[in-house]
């Protein structure tokens, strides 16, 4: 059982920078895909960014490409996302989710996190 603890969401103005993190726990000696989606209300869910944490090709949603990035902490099992130049189109609740497959077999995910939400200002 994969517990996941998102932490980081909050209010900022357009422009601005968020830094989301997703605590990974109840595993061990293997690793598991993590990817952050996000829901606006009214709108369907979307993968923003994942990565196997093995190693391999870290995801990111068009949209958030050369803003968002991905950074591994190991030792913490953490995987955070760091959010640049956030538009007001980056609000939603944003939640992580994991996967023992890589990421490019996932279907639907197994464990999902409480989520936290971003709301960004014009």
Not at 1 to 8: D, K, T
Not at 90 to 99: K, L
Request: proline letters at 2%; hydrophobic letters at 30%; one cysteine or more.
């Amino acid at each position: 059982q994969v517990h996941l603890v998102e932490s980081g969401g909050g209010s900022v103005q357009a422009g601005g920078s968020l830094r989301l993190s997703c605590a990974a726990s109840g595993y061990t000696d293997s690793d598991i895909c993590i990817t952050w989606f996000r829901q606006a209300p009214g709108k369907e869910r979307e993968a923003v960014a994942g990565r196997y944490t093995g190693g391999g090709t870290t995801y990111y949603h068009t949209s958030v490409k050369g803003r968002f990035t991905i950074s591994q902490d190991n030792a913490k099992n953490t995987l955070s996302l760091q959010m640049n130049s956030l538009k007001p189109e980056d609000t939603a609740m944003y939640y992580c989710a994991a996967d023992p497959l890589e990421c490019e077999l996932v279907l639907e995910y197994k464990y999902w996190g409480q989520g936290t939400q971003v709301t960004v200002s014009s």
